[in-house]
């Protein structure tokens, strides 16, 4: 087009200097990946010479050095102050004409193309945003449901203000970049209608443990700024990526999120051009997409990992109207992937009284004061080392961040930006709790603990943990092959990076508890159980279809996970070995379970198995082994039977198994 823009299809990573890695990439995913069913919307660019044409105009750049000359980031009251001066002179200095005719005519090319009824979004890309040793995620602007030439040129102008927002200018400045080193361009970019579909961001590895076998995916209902921002806790899946290239059933795991609210467009004519709203109660419970939209998103994912050849952070959109998955960002992910190859373990020495609970970021534990604070007007209040406890924590917060012990938040998902700049910091921190902001009161010590898995929990007081770290290369060689127990899915990633042989002990007992945590007779007879009994069942289990099906597939994806983490390596599933009093302790569990006064030789294992009143709940723990073998593959997995008391009662077991298709010499089950 010009040398201010360039449409987005004519572009390829090598034009990053000209319009930035985020814009270069959906040039490069245009020209590429097409053609591999990766659909990208369409667009164009403003170049890094328009930006500093702009900035030479009037003698903008000049004012704008001056004012960072005199800057010290560390001081946020004054990092606010030049922040919101450098936005103010950007907003007020014109476009110089050649560079406002070349957006008039790219601008007029796209309303031939798309007609004059599309909105569009404005995007930032920093042309050192992206690089592979930096995460510059969320750090500029993005506005969305843009419409019209004018309205165009006011987002273009606030893209190149955004440069100069608070956490910008501290991030450069902690990571070494020059400001006048740093050029922005605007990409302008077709709207997605996800606003009555959905959106999330998705990973090509797991972000906590780097496991690079798996594709994390979220999402949630409406525009893709409530994941990003961490405004909405969405839902979450796994998906391992040889069986899906193998053709199999893929997904590992499923985790529902609250999704209590969406963005989506508002009323045409109002001064906003986005509205948040709520989300009905009936549609929170259930998955926001398919499962086999899911594992076309990582499909997708599998693409463009491919073509980039490292790990990536990518955003997606569903359109609500023809139904497609659109890919709207990829950049390089700039955490995991460049973890040293060091085992780093913290160990909780005590607890206490539980304050909250929520999703964790990252595998550290943090303490110290709780600071409760509502807006960025408190940044002054926070001090080094205390615990930063608020609604919601987005990239504007850095300052602070990076000054914390750990971060706690009632609203976020596992990839939003506040979550990713918290991995980058190595700042634990727990999001999603919903009642942090309430459950925790300002100035109380806090142990904010992410080391345990999937949650993370927020203690009463300081208390004590040991750190310790092993370098990998250092280990050394054991002349006997050690396998691992593993009972918790959700650490079996990180687990797997440790030397091991395989998996000799996957208790099932604790995949159920931890992931169903209620009876299966509970869910076979859910009109059986009191009122309040039923509400959780329909709670947990609506997004699957049944109760029935819920406890299969949970079962399932509990030991696809640790099978999937492992694999090839051997994996031992020992079904489940409860005793009567601990399968009481199960939500609604105590009307379906026998008084023993010795639970540990009575009613359990192989004897619990093959009797009248558990037989069915059996069958349950074989269909869910045999999807994991039968279906996904993961042939892996061997079964071992628990507190087998006699010749007969292993004779049932077996038979029972062989009536479920799990029998012994048939896919490589001993």
Same mark, same amino acid.
């Given at each position: 087009?010009?040398?201010?823009?360039?449409?987005?299809?004519?572009?390829?990573?090598?034009?990053?200097?000209?319009?930035?890695?985020?814009?270069?990439?959906?040039?490069?995913?245009?020209?590429?990946?097409?053609?591999?069913?990766?659909?990208?919307?369409?667009?164009?660019?403003? %170049?890094?010479?328009?930006?500093?044409?702009?900035?030479?105009?009037?003698?903008?750049?000049?004012?704008?050095?001056?004012?960072?000359?005199?800057?010290?980031?560390?001081?946020?009251?004054?990092?606010?102050?030049?922040?919101?001066?450098?936005?103010?002179?950007?907003?007020?200095?014109?476009?110089?004409?050649?560079?406002?005719?070349?957006?008039?005519?790219?601008?007029?090319?796209?309303?031939?193309?798309?007609?004059?009824?599309?909105?569009?979004?404005?995007?930032?890309?920093?042309?050192?945003?992206?690089?592979?040793?930096?995460?510059?995620?969320?750090?500029?602007?993005?506005?969305?449901?843009?419409?019209?030439?004018?309205?165009?040129?006011?987002?273009?102008?606030?893209?190149?203000?955004?440069?100069?927002?608070?956490?910008?200018?501290?991030?450069?400045?902690?990571?070494?970049?020059?400001?006048?080193?740093?050029?922005?361009?605007?990409?302008?970019?077709?709207?997605?209608?996800?606003?009555?579909?959905?959106?999330?961001?998705?990973?090509?590895?797991? %972000?906590?443990?780097?496991?690079?076998?798996?594709?994390?995916?979220?999402?949630?209902?409406?525009?893709?700024?409530?994941?990003?921002?961490?405004?909405?806790?969405?839902?979450?899946?796994?998906?391992?990526?040889?069986?899906?290239?193998?053709?199999?059933?893929?997904?590992?795991?499923?985790?529902?999120?609250?999704?209590?609210?969406?963005?989506?467009?508002?009323?045409?004519?109002?001064?906003?051009?986005?509205?948040?709203?709520?989300?009905?109660?009936?549609?929170?419970?259930?998955?926001?997409?398919?499962?086999?939209?899911?594992?076309?998103?990582?499909?997708?994912?599998?693409?463009?990992?491919?073509?980039?050849?490292?790990?990536?952070?990518?955003?997606?959109?569903?359109?609500?109207?023809?139904?497609?998955?659109?890919?709207?960002?990829?950049?390089?992910?700039?955490?995991?992937?460049?973890?040293?190859? *060091?085992?780093?373990?913290?160990?909780?020495?005590?607890?206490?009284?539980?304050?909250?609970?929520?999703?964790?970021?990252?595998?550290?534990?943090?303490?110290?004061?709780?600071?409760?604070?509502?807006?960025?007007?408190?940044?002054?209040?926070?001090?080094?080392?205390?615990?930063?406890?608020?609604?919601?924590?987005?990239?504007?917060?850095?300052?602070?961040?990076?000054?914390?012990?750990?971060?706690?938040?009632?609203?976020?998902?596992?990839?939003?930006?506040?979550?990713?700049?918290?991995?980058?910091?190595?700042?634990?921190?727990?999001?999603?709790?919903?009642?942090?902001?309430?459950?925790?009161?300002?100035?109380?010590?806090?142990?904010?603990?992410?080391?345990?898995?999937?949650?993370?929990?927020?203690?009463?007081?300081?208390?004590?943990?040991?750190?310790?770290?092993?370098?990998?290369?250092?280990?050394?060689?054991?002349?006997?092959?050690?396998?691992?127990?593993?009972?918790?899915?959700?650490?079996?990633?990180?687990?797997?990076?440790?030397?091991?042989?395989?998996?000799?002990?996957?208790?099932?007992?604790?995949?159920?508890?931890?992931?169903?945590?209620?009876?299966?007779?509970?869910?076979?007879?859910?009109?059986?159980?009191?009122?309040?009994?039923?509400?959780?069942?329909?709670?947990?289990?609506?997004?699957?279809?049944?109760?029935?099906?819920?406890?299969?597939?949970? *079962?399932?994806?509990?030991?696809?996970?640790?099978?999937?983490?492992?694999?090839?390596?051997?994996?031992?599933?020992?079904?489940?070995?409860?005793?009567?009093?601990?399968?009481?302790?199960?939500?609604?569990?105590?009307?379906?379970?026998?008084?023993?006064?010795?639970?540990?030789?009575?009613?359990?294992?192989?004897?619990?198995?093959?009797?009248?009143?558990?037989?069915?709940?059996?069958?349950?723990?074989?269909?869910?082994?045999?999807?994991?073998?039968?279906?996904?593959?993961?042939?892996?997995?061997?079964?071992?039977?628990?507190?087998?008391?006699?010749?007969?009662?292993?004779?049932?077991?077996?038979?029972?198994?062989?009536?479920?298709?799990?029998?012994?010499?048939?896919?490589?089950?001993?």
């Amino acid at each position: 087009m010009s040398e201010n823009t360039l449409r987005l299809d004519q572009l390829t990573m090598n034009d990053v200097p000209l319009v930035g890695g985020k814009n270069a990439s959906l040039g490069e995913m245009l020209q590429n990946l097409t053609a591999l069913g990766v659909s990208v919307p369409g667009g164009f660019a403003t %170049t890094s010479m328009a930006y500093h044409q702009f900035l030479e105009h009037e003698g903008l750049a000049d004012r704008i050095n001056g004012l960072l000359n005199e800057l010290n980031v560390d001081d946020v009251a004054a990092l606010q102050r030049t922040g919101a001066q450098i936005r103010d002179l950007i907003m007020e200095v014109p476009f110089p004409p050649d560079m406002e005719a070349d957006i008039d005519t790219a601008y007029a090319a796209l309303e031939v193309e798309y007609g004059t009824e599309t909105s569009w979004a404005v995007r930032s890309s920093a042309t050192a945003e992206d690089l592979p040793d930096a995460s510059f995620a969320g750090q500029q602007e993005t506005y969305l449901n843009v419409s019209g030439l004018d309205n165009i040129k006011q987002a273009i102008r606030l893209v190149f203000a955004s440069l100069f927002n608070d956490r910008a200018i501290a991030y450069r400045v902690h990571q070494g970049f020059a400001h006048e080193g740093v050029a922005l361009s605007a990409g302008i970019q077709k709207m997605v209608r996800s606003d009555i579909g959905a959106s999330g961001v998705m990973f090509t590895l797991d %972000t906590e443990s780097g496991f690079n076998d798996a594709v994390f995916v979220t999402s949630s209902y409406g525009l893709g700024e409530m994941v990003v921002q961490g405004a909405v806790n969405p839902d979450e899946f796994y998906v391992h990526k040889p069986t899906l290239t193998a053709g199999r059933p893929a997904i590992l795991s499923r985790h529902i999120g609250s999704k209590m609210e969406k963005m989506e467009y508002a009323p045409a004519g109002g001064d906003e051009l986005v509205q948040i709203v709520p989300v009905a109660e009936d549609d929170q419970i259930l998955f926001s997409i398919s499962d086999e939209e899911v594992e076309s998103l990582a499909t997708m994912a599998m693409v463009i990992e491919k073509h980039y050849g490292r790990p990536m952070d990518i955003e997606w959109a569903k359109d609500g109207n023809d139904g497609r998955i659109y890919i709207v960002q990829a950049r390089p992910e700039t955490v995991q992937s460049q973890s040293a190859n *060091i085992i780093e373990k913290y160990i909780l020495k005590s607890r206490s009284e539980v304050l909250s609970t929520g999703r964790s970021i990252g595998h550290r534990i943090g303490s110290g004061k709780a600071c409760l604070m509502n807006d960025l007007s408190q940044m002054d209040s926070f001090e080094p080392g205390q615990v930063l406890v608020t609604d919601m924590t987005d990239p504007d917060w850095e300052p602070i961040m990076k000054r914390a012990s750990a971060i706690v938040t009632n609203r976020g998902g596992r990839t939003c930006h506040a979550a990713i700049i918290a991995r980058e910091l190595g700042v634990p921190a727990v999001v999603g709790c919903g009642d942090a902001t309430a459950a925790v009161k300002a100035g109380d010590d806090v142990t904010v603990v992410c080391s345990e898995g999937d949650t993370g929990v927020v203690y009463q007081g300081l208390l004590d943990f040991e750190h310790v770290t092993h370098e990998l290369d250092e280990m050394p060689e054991i002349p006997v092959k050690i396998m691992m127990n593993v009972g918790n899915p959700d650490r079996a990633f990180g687990f797997s990076q440790l030397p091991n042989a395989g998996v000799g002990l996957a208790r099932l007992e604790f995949v159920i508890n931890n992931m169903i945590g209620i009876h299966p007779k509970a869910l076979m007879n859910p009109e059986s159980v009191p009122e309040e009994v039923q509400q959780i069942i329909k709670q947990r289990t609506t997004a699957y279809g049944s109760p029935i099906e819920y406890y299969v597939s949970r *079962i399932a994806e509990g030991v696809s996970t640790i099978a999937a983490a492992f694999a090839p390596k051997k994996v031992i599933v020992r079904m489940s070995d409860f005793k009567s009093n601990e399968y009481a302790n199960l939500i609604g569990g105590s009307q379906f379970e026998p008084d023993e006064e010795n639970p540990m030789i009575g009613f359990r294992g192989a004897s619990r198995y093959i009797s009248e009143d558990f037989r069915a709940c059996f069958e349950l723990e074989c269909q869910a082994m045999k999807r994991v073998r039968d279906e996904m593959g993961l042939t892996n997995v061997e079964l071992m039977i628990p507190f087998v008391r006699t010749v007969d009662e292993a004779k049932g077991v077996v038979e029972i198994l062989r009536d479920n298709g799990l029998e012994r010499g048939k896919n490589g089950l001993r």
